[in-house]
C-alpha cells in the first residue's frame, strides 16, 4: 500500500487525469441512465466535481478541496490556471472566421452590455450589504463581472484585500452558476448555433464558466463563446479601473 501511494504522490498529474477520465465516465452513464441524455454528462460531471471539492474541503480542513489529499494533489495542477487558461487558449483553433463575421455588430454590443450590466448589479449588491464607497463598490461590481476583472480593479483603485477577495467570490460564484446553469436553460434561449453562443459568451463573460456550460451544451459551440468571453475579461479589466470607477465616483463621491 506504501508503494501505491508513493507512485501516486510521484505521479500526481497522471493520476488526475485518470480519476477525471473516470468521473466523467461514471457521469456520462448517469446521463444516459438517469436522464436518457437529456442533461449532458459534462454538466453532471461539473456538479459530482463541485460535490467531491467540497466534501474533500470537509474532510481535510484546507481550501484546496480534493488537492488537499496528497495522492490527488495533481488534481489542482490539472485545474489550475496555466492548465484552464491553455484550454481557453486553444478553443481559438476551433472557431470559423466566417461565423464570427456574422455576429458583427450583436457580438461586440454583447460585450459592453454584458460588462456594464454586471458592474452596476454588483456594485448595487454592494452598496446593499454597507460597500458604500466607489472603490469597494467598484471592486465587488467588477467581481461580478469575472474573478479576474474583480482583483485587478481593486489593485488599481486601492480596495482593502477583504474586498477584493470578496469580488473574487462573486466571480468564481457567477462562473459555477453559468456552468451548471447554461445547459438546463440553453433550450429556452436558442442557445444552438455559434451566433447565439457568441452572444451569450459575450454577455456572461466568465470564460471557465462559459467554456464549461457549453460544453456540456454542445461542445461544437465552446470556440464561440469563449473568444467572446475572453474579449469580456479584456474588456472589463480595461473599463473597471477606469470609466466606470470614475462613473461610480462622480456618483456616490469618495
Do not use: H
Not at 17 to 34: D, E, Y
Request: proline share 2%; glycine share 16%; hydrophobic share 55%.
Amino acid at each position: 500500500m506504501d508503494l501505491i501511494v508513493s507512485v501516486f504522490e510521484s505521479n500526481g498529474l497522471l493520476v488526475a487525469f485518470a480519476v477525471i477520465g473516470g468521473l466523467m465516465l461514471v457521469s456520462g452513464w448517469l446521463s444516459r441512465t438517469l436522464t436518457r441524455g437529456r442533461l449532458q454528462g459534462s454538466a453532471i460531471a461539473i456538479i459530482l466535481g463541485l460535490v467531491l471539492a467540497y466534501c474533500g474541503g470537509l474532510a481535510t480542513g484546507g481550501d484546496a478541496g480534493l488537492a488537499d489529499f496528497a495522492v490527488l494533489s495533481g488534481l489542482g495542477l490539472m485545474g489550475g490556471a496555466m492548465l484552464r487558461d491553455f484550454a481557453i487558449v486553444s478553443t481559438a483553433y476551433g472557431v470559423d472566421l466566417q461565423e464570427i463575421k456574422r455576429a458583427g455588430l450583436m457580438g461586440g454590443l454583447s460585450i459592453i452590455l454584458g460588462v456594464v450590466v454586471s458592474f452596476v448589479i454588483g456594485s448595487c449588491v454592494a452598496a446593499a450589504f454597507g460597500y458604500t464607497d466607489a472603490a469597494s463598490m467598484a471592486t465587488i461590481g467588477a467581481g461580478a463581472a469575472t474573478y479576474i476583472v474583480g482583483p485587478v480593479t481593486g489593485t488599481a483603485v486601492g480596495a482593502s484585500s477583504d474586498v477584493i477577495a470578496l469580488s473574487v467570490a462573486a466571480g468564481l460564484v457567477k462562473a459555477v452558476v453559468v456552468m451548471v446553469g447554461t445547459p438546463l436553460i440553453a433550450p429556452l434561449i436558442g442557445l444552438n448555433n455559434p451566433k447565439s453562443a457568441m452572444a451569450f459568451g459575450g454577455l456572461m463573460g466568465t470564460t471557465s464558466g462559459v467554456a464549461g456550460g457549453l460544453a456540456a451544451t454542445d461542445k461544437r459551440l465552446v470556440p464561440y463563446g469563449a473568444m467572446t468571453a475572453t474579449f469580456y475579461t479584456g474588456v472589463g479589466c480595461l473599463l473597471g479601473p477606469s470609466l466606470l470607477y470614475v462613473t461610480l465616483r462622480a456618483i456616490v463621491g469618495g
